[in-house]
């Protein structure tokens, strides 16, 4: 799996970015760094694309299912939840319209996030939105007729399908896989894409894979002025390069653009505003409109970020007010009776490896996460929890409501909560902090 999919992950968690190109006081976007950071998610969708394709009988237009829960031997994704259960296809509507089958899923989890290239929530099919009588949808791309049940028109003619599947315990694994098994996929085969350079490329070459994508996917019409502002360096005409002419404004705006434009994205990715003690996500998280950085960014650290409206994922902030904890506990989070969602929650721990990412971590329970589905949990006589975070068993009662962090070492905490009410999407609602015992 590729370690940017999941996105599937809470890496996109309580980021910010600045709107326009005025990064800071007396700094200024220059128009190739803005063109560099506009192409990253065409870019890292394509790059994700390709490597979910080297699977084993992996292809366009057909489901591959992940079948088992993270736990600390998984390092392939960051951040990976410990919660629902993965299927996911890479589509190709040009050929004609793919058909998606849902099965009955009763009262469980399940969401279906139909992704265009500029990784845009187009869709979310779910329990949510759908409900969980099943059904059939028909997966439309631009300037296709839909003709067929259900049409969901995508805005792009390649698209990502990820599937969410919840898994309440180990026990309810083998329902959840009856469940994934019921999602059907049909529509025309097609061939493999051509390969697209990634993020790492020299900017040339990065450039080139950015307008081939452009070319292939198109844009919105609301884009047309923001590219013509980055003076040709995604769309024609553009001079070929040739190893013997000599070097262009161009190739220099490019060269310079794509170094700030890094230099810009790993300075936001630690730009995290923590209100109460969390980091709560933007309201256009998985649908961008024209916030280009922040799309960048989030393509960078989650790609495949659901919209707020189906998931909110929130960082706390730590002893270090941006995102870690270096004591051994116990620290303590309390929750209320009665949270302000329709789906469910859940705290995840984290050890920090030096690198900025974050995996599960071993302990002696083996519970890598907590929530309103972990067996035994205690409430107190008003229905209220109070979790118990530490390096070491608190011991008598509290042991139910252990989550365990490293033996050493830095962590980070994320807590999960699908389906949130309103009063938690407009900040009526806010968390309490989690507390040093």
């Keep these: 799996m590729d370690r940017r999919m999941l996105l599937l992950s809470a890496g996109a ?17 220059s128009p190739g760094a803005e063109a560099w950071l506009y192409a990253l998610p065409l870019i890292e969708m394509a790059t994700t694309r390709a490597r979910l394709l080297r699977a084993p009988g992996a292809a366009i237009n057909k489901l591959s299912h992940m079948r088992v829960l993270a736990d600390h031997a998984a390092r392939a994704v960051t951040t990976p939840n410990n919660d629902t259960l993965y299927s996911h296809a890479f589509l190709d509507l040009t050929q004609g319209p793919v058909t998606l089958t849902v099965p009955p899923t009763g009262a469980r989890y399940w969401s279906a996030a139909v992704m265009d290239m500029f990784t845009n929530n187009n869709a ?36 990502w399908l990820l599937i969410r599947t919840l898994v309440s315990d180990a026990a309810d694994l083998p329902a959840a896989h009856k469940v994934q098994d019921g999602f059907v996929l049909t529509g025309p085969k097609a061939p493999p894409p051509p390969a697209y350079p990634t993020r790492d490329a020299e900017p040339v070459l990065y450039f080139d894979g950015a307008r ?60 995290q505003v923590f209100t109460n003690g969390w980091a709560y996500p933007r309201a256009n998280l998985g649908d961008y409109g024209q916030d280009y950085i922040y799309r960048a960014i989030v393509a960078l650290m989650g790609l495949g970020a659901l919209p707020v409206a189906e998931a909110m994922y929130l960082k706390a902030a730590g ?100 389906l949130p009410k309103a009063e938690l999407l407009d900040g009526r609602f806010r968390f309490k902090p989690v507390e040093k015992a």
């Design 319 to 418: 002893d270090d007010g941006a995102g870690l904890f270096t004591g051994d506990g116990p620290y303590r989070l309390t929750l209320p009776a009665e949270l302000p969602l329709d789906g469910f929650w859940s705290l995840s721990m984290y050890e920090a490896p030096p690198d900025g990412q974050f995996f599960f971590t071993d302990n002696p329970l083996r519970r890598y996460a907590i929530g309103d589905r972990t067996p035994g949990l205690k409430r107190e006589a008003d229905g209220s929890v109070t979790l118990w975070i530490g390096r070491t068993d608190p011991g008598g009662d509290r042991s139910a409501n252990w989550l365990p962090a490293p033996k050493s070492g830095p962590f980070a905490l994320y807590l999960r909560t699908y």
């Design 13 to 29: 968690a309580g980021l910010t970015a600045m709107a326009g190109p005025t990064f800071g006081q007396g700094f200024q976007i």
């Design 124 to 159: 979310v099919l779910g329990l949510r939105t759908v409900g969980g009588e099943g059904g059939t949808f028909t997966l439309v791309g631009p300037g296709q007729p839909s003709k067929g049940p259900n049409p969901v028109r995508v805005a792009t003619p390649h698209a």
């Design 212 to 271: 081939a994508l452009l070319g292939q996917e198109g844009f919105p019409a609301t884009d047309l002025a923001f590219l013509r502002r980055t003076r040709g360096l995604l769309t024609p005409p553009f001079e070929p390069r040739r190893a013997d002419r000599p070097i262009s404004a161009q190739d220099t705006a490019m060269v310079e653009g794509a170094d700030q434009a890094r230099m810009i994205a790993q300075f936001a990715k630690g730009r």
